[in-house]
């Protein structure tokens, strides 16, 4: 009988310790002691940089005490103290980028990485092993108790992305700030920065300044779901000067992520047609809108599109001033991304102004070309010998299959995953990206409350997705990468509600892309969620609450 009560009463602590430990994503392994101890990290606790460059991590750390506790943490170089969380570089058996270990015990808090972007994820994991005050209180407690643990981890995927469309709604670069606080805290390292389209040209390029003075603004929206039921008739748009660009990227750097920006070409390029109308296979033609749909203003010549959808007018792929056009913007584009791929999208590209363009024509019979959709894979190849002459990846849409592949281009699958599968077994590099279940413009409740594009991508789907479809052999499924989630934002017109739709799916999408396959559980999952809510109202954000994560199971 004591025996049974003693294993009893074990097991009872060891309970109560694991509901002390809430990580998203969950790590490869977590160790615990079968004692319930902790270690406490008080204003007189410091920070000890026992490897070098720390110190941004370090100060990460601080930050988050801050905002979230009202304290920093003094750092040193050298301590023997035990009441020191010490950040160091460590040999690991697996130098994954990003792996680290952590380690709480008496003698403190240790976290080491192979490298500096390990050691970032491990403060990351350190931050869900704090106690998590109430929301309401405005006064944080003064010492935070944090339990013996063992943490040995790393990611499944080397790609880990999310992606927002900032050319349907334009936002400042302190929310593209936040969005990207909000990548680091769920240790994804992609951030997929959707700068051009129909709708408006956000990016500086000082070469052509009627892209962002003409090209980066609009006439009206139109009001609702599309068709609409009117136009705001407000003139609307932005956009980032390449300085400010400059600081995102800087900014997404520090925090161990890439920026990866896309261009939109051959299609989705009506902004940039009204800009510049030689563009165009017909530049003396009207920009034609659907009839459907409200239209504001001028609408006669080239006009940056004022609703949703897919356009005729897109770059004429018969005229070598667009691909020097082309070159000369990713001339400016290029040195302020330092990352290796730059996105082309070559999506959406209705061939039907090609079909009656001279030019286009001229170009396929020059180059024995068999129709519009070998000219787009010639446009999209032409394009990548251009960007691997500087030293860049292209990365495009899976339309970029039509016609044939370009030789070193990677693939993002979305029109479901056959374009992945097909990219993989030419043994090209993947990223899944599928409208189901990782568009998150799409809705996560079939009673949603505001505007959606549609669709039904509820967290449980987000959660159960598996990257790499079974069609593919050990030796394929080598080349799918990682996947991402898109935010296209045509019903997004301010940052709650893109925070609105990001959360808590984000949180479902990061332990999809880190935790291995094996350890991953829906059930366990939700319990944690219970204590990552608390955290996001910590941080004010506006998440969904269509899936009740407190409601008894």
Not at 38 to 51: Q, R, W
Request: glycine letters at 8%; proline letters at 6%.
């Amino acid at each position: 009988m004591r025996i049974t009560i003693s294993l009893l009463g074990l097991l009872l602590m060891c309970s109560v310790i694991r509901a002390q430990v809430s990580i998203i994503p969950q790590p490869v392994s977590v160790k615990q002691p079968r004692i319930n101890a902790k270690f406490s990290i008080t204003p007189a606790t410091v920070i000890v940089l026992e490897g070098s460059n720390l110190q941004k991590t370090a100060a990460f750390l601080n930050e988050y005490l801050q905002q979230i506790y009202l304290f920093k943490l003094k750092v040193v170089n050298n301590s023997t103290s035990a009441n020191a969380i010490r950040l160091n570089y460590e040999r690991l058996d697996k130098p994954i980028e990003g792996a680290y270990v952590l380690t709480v015990n008496n003698k403190g808090a240790y976290i080491a990485g192979d490298n500096e972007t390990g050691v970032f994820y491990g403060v990351q994991t350190l931050f869900q092993l704090l106690p998590v005050p109430d929301a309401q209180l405005k006064m944080r407690p003064g010492k935070l108790g944090i339990p013996y643990i063992s943490i040995e981890d790393e990611p499944r995927f080397e790609y880990r992305g999310v992606h927002l469309d900032v050319s349907r709604h334009f936002f400042p670069v302190s929310f593209v700030k936040k969005y990207i606080d909000y990548l680091a805290f769920h240790k994804l390292n992609v951030f997929h920065w959707h700068l051009t389209d129909d709708q408006g040209w956000r990016i500086e390029i000082k070469k052509y300044p009627l892209l962002t003075t003409v090209g980066g603004f609009r006439n009206g929206t139109i009001i609702g779901r599309f068709p609409g039921t009117g136009n705001d008739n407000m003139r609307y748009g932005g956009f980032y000067t390449q300085e400010e660009v400059k600081e995102v990227v800087q900014y997404a750097a520090d925090r161990h992520i890439t920026v990866l920006p896309e261009i939109e070409m051959p299609g989705h390029a009506s902004a940039a047609i009204a800009a510049y109308p030689q563009l165009s296979c017909f530049p003396d033609e009207s920009t034609k809108h659907n009839p459907r749909a409200a239209w504001s203003g001028d609408s006669t010549g080239k006009q940056v599109q004022q609703t949703w959808g897919v356009f005729d007018d897109v770059f004429c792929a018969g005229k070598d001033n667009t691909f020097q056009f082309m070159q000369d913007v990713l001339d400016e584009v290029i040195p302020l991304f330092p990352g290796k791929y730059l996105h082309v999208g070559g999506d959406e590209c209705p061939k039907n102004n090609w079909k009656r363009c001279p030019n286009c024509q001229q170009r396929i019979k020059e180059n024995n070309l068999k129709d519009e959709h070998e000219l787009q894979s010639y446009f999209i190849q032409r394009m990548e010998k251009y960007l691997n002459s500087k030293g860049k990846i292209l990365i495009g849409w899976d339309e970029i299959l039509e016609g044939g592949l370009a030789p070193n281009a990677m693939v993002m699958s979305w029109r479901g995953e056959q374009g992945g599968i097909a990219a993989a077994k030419e043994k090209h590099n993947v990223i899944m990206t599928p409208g189901t279940p990782v568009y998150f413009d799409h809705s996560q409740t079939k009673q949603e409350d505001s505007v959606t594009i549609g669709g039904y991508n509820p967290i449980e789907k987000v959660y159960a997705y598996e990257p790499v479809p079974k069609e593919l052999s050990a030796e394929e499924s080598k080349y799918v990468l990682g996947a991402q989630a898109n935010m296209w934002t045509e019903y997004m017109s301010n940052t709650q509600k893109v925070e609105y739709m990001l959360f808590p799916r984000i949180s479902a999408l990061s332990e999809v892309l880190w935790t291995p396959k094996d350890k991953k559980n829906w059930d366990d999952f939700v319990i944690r969620m219970k204590t990552q809510v608390k955290r996001y109202e910590l941080m004010g954000i506006n998440y969904s609450k269509a899936f009740n994560f407190s409601a008894p199971k």
